[in-house]
Structures are given as C-alpha cells and as structure tokens.
C-alpha cells in the first residue's frame, strides 16, 4: 500500500491535516454550531412532495445558474435587510465553504493573496491553501475585537486581494462594527468579504446594506446555522452583478444539484417557521454565558449561537472529561491566538442543562 507521503502530491500540501472536528453521534453534539432543532414537520412533508416531483425529472441536469433559488435568496435577504435585492446580485453553492472557495478561485490564486483577522474561521486559510493564494493571518486585539486602526494598518500593509471578516466572528463571537467594515472597504485594494454565517443571530445590522456603496464588497451566508439545513449544503453571496459574473467563470456546470435547489426553495418558502427556533437558541445562549460566567470561568461576549470560555491549564483535559460525561464540545485551543479556550455552542434547553452540569463537575 502506498501512503500518502509516497504519492507526488503538491509540495505546499504535504503535511497538511484535512480540516474536521470529530462527530460523534452518540452524545450532545454542542461543537460545530448547529442548530439543535430539526426542521418543523410541516417544511419535512413539504418536502417530501417536492423532492418527490423533482425526482421525476432528475434525467436532466439541474438549472446552471440556479435561477430561481437566487431569486428567492435576494427576496429573503431583502426583506431581513431592508436592501432592494435581485437574483443577479446573488449567487449559491454547496454551502458557504464551497462559495468562498469559487471566491477564492476567482479572485485569489497564485501569485496572490488572501488575509483575515485572527483567531477566525479556520478555513479561509485552507480554502486560501487549496487555491494556491498566499495567505497572511493578522492578530485580532486581546479581547478578540477588531478595530478600524488595526485592520486598515494591516490592509494598508499588506495589500491583498482577498480581505476576509467574519462577523459574528467564529470562534469568538465578537461582532465588527460596519464602520471597520467600511473603513476596510475604503482602502482594500481587492475584494473585501463579509463571512455573515451567523447574522440570524446577531443584533446589529447586516454587511449587505453597504453593497450599494463598495462594488468590490461580497457578504456571503449560509443556510446552515440558523436555518437549521447544515445537512442540505447551500450557502450564498450577495454582491453585485458583476462578481457574480465572475464567480461563474470558476464554478463548475451544474454544481448545484436539482434536490439542493428545490429543498433550499421550499425551506425559504417557510422561512419564519425555520427561523422560529432563533429566539429558543438565543435564550439558551444568553443562559450559557451567565452560568458559565457564574463557575467562575470567562465567556466571550458573543453575538452568535456559540462562546468561547475557559480559559484553562489543560483544555484538550476538560473537552475530554465534558466528552466523558456524554457531551462534545470543540477544542479550538490550538489555533491562532486560542491558547486555553474551548468552543460550546447552545443548544436545546436539555442538552445546555447537561452541558451545564457537566462544566460544573470538570471546573474548579
Ligand atoms: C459554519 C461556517 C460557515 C458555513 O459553512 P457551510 O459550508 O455553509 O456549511 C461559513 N463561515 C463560517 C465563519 C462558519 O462558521
């Protein structure tokens, strides 16, 4: 058998670890940020019918350009926003990695490069890697925050062609104001993009109402976290037209298949029912911060349905004794700037109760 060593993979790969948190099924899964609800029955039957029709055609290759799906993101994201959105503004994948990545594709690539503002989302610098885009990591302040000073010093500096910002930022929660995010927008010399995976959840406005004002602005979403469709894979971007013209030149025919479209169309036909458990996961969320707060551990203000606390000596020993007690959590400890800090996101009222008890048995 040959191991992977002994195969003439890429140089800038070899070493490299594929990205991925454990899943384990048999415990409270509380560590890669869904939603812990499934979708309500009533979306479930919906779709039953409709991948039932959609079956009867699935001789023919699904619509290239997704067109009405777009159409149904723009008016969803419209109507959240308070932003007159077309189709043409919009563009979907198989999950926001897989938008980002076409990004990426388009804009980035060898010879070029991509930076992000750390501890963040740890596969902008994969999906850079994987597209050949030279990536720089800069330091977020100690509270995790990002000022306009230090991200349009750092733009300034380093002058990339991909600016990512992720708000509410993952891991930490931590929201950037849109003023950063325009300031960033006011000196970046290439595409500047605003990872808004977790927006249902925060209060602030979205990233999409400064479109109109920077026609090198992505923002891109997902359908995973807040929807509660992680399993569907459809993630998106609003941006204008014209870097939707240039994604396409990168993305495969036919990537979008006809059941991803039909189930991410009849899910925003109900979409307040889908978003209903916003509220619920909230609260849990809010409980989460003040009980862990109350062990005596810190907790990272959050704006997103996850936290970062701890920080502990031994964090890979507590993910384990929370793991020994039924409970997966993740372990971001070894990323940049993460030393001693584990990630928890909420979850039903049950699973938070237990995710509780058990913090409470592994703390001081
Ligand atoms: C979860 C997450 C995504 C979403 O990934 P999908 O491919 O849409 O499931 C994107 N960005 C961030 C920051 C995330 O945490």
Redesign the pocket.
């Known amino acids: 058998m040959t191991g992977l060593g002994e195969l003439p993979v890429r140089d800038d790969l070899r070493g490299k670890t594929p990205y991925g948190a454990p899943q384990i099924t048999d415990v409270i899964q509380l560590n890669v940020?869904e939603n812990p609800y499934p979708p309500p029955a009533a979306l479930v039957a919906d779709l039953q019918r409709a991948i039932g029709e959609a079956g009867l055609a699935l001789n023919r290759y699904p619509d290239r350009d997704a067109v009405h799906l777009r159409a149904s993101l723009a008016y969803y994201l419209s109507d959240r926003t308070g932003v007159a959105l077309t189709g043409e503004q919009l563009w979907a994948a198989n999950?926001?990695?897989?938008v980002l990545q076409q990004v990426l594709q388009a804009f980035g690539g060898p010879g070029r490069t991509a930076l992000g503002f750390e501890p963040s989302?740890s596969?902008h610098p994969i999906l850079a890697a994987g597209t050949g885009t030279a990536w720089v990591g800069v330091p977020r302040l100690g509270d995790f925050t990002l000022t306009a000073d230090v991200a349009v010093a750092a733009v300034e500096q380093h002058r990339p062609d991909v600016v990512f910002v992720?708000t509410p930022n993952?891991p930490t929660g931590t929201v950037t104001s849109l003023e950063v995010i325009a300031a960033i927008c006011d000196v970046a010399p290439g595409m500047v993009v605003v990872?808004e995976?977790?927006a249902e959840f925060a209060a602030g406005p979205s990233a999409v109402t400064l479109l109109e004002c920077y026609p090198r602005l992505i923002v891109?979403r997902?359908m995973?976290?807040a929807f509660a469709l992680?399993g569907a894979?459809v993630?998106y971007l609003a941006a204008s037209p014209a870097v939707v013209d240039a994604v396409r030149l990168v993305r495969l025919p036919y990537h979008l298949s006809a059941i991803t479209q039909v189930v991410a169309r009849i899910a925003l036909a109900r979409v307040n029912e889908l978003l209903a458990t916003v509220e619920l996961v909230k609260a849990q969320r809010d409980r989460m911060v003040r009980e862990i707060a109350a062990l005596g551990l810190t907790v990272v203000p959050t704006d997103a349905n996850f936290m970062l606390f701890g920080p502990f000596d031994d964090p890979a020993a507590v993910w384990q004794r929370l793991l020994d007690q039924g409970v997966l959590v993740r372990d971001v400890s070894s990323g940049p700037g993460l030393a001693g800090w584990l990630r928890v996101n909420a979850g039903t009222k049950g699973e938070t109760t237990a995710f509780l008890s058990a913090l409470g048995k592994v703390s001081p």
């Open positions: 940020n999950g926001s990695n897989e989302y596969m992720t993952n990872d995976a977790y891109s997902t995973s976290k992680a894979r993630g």
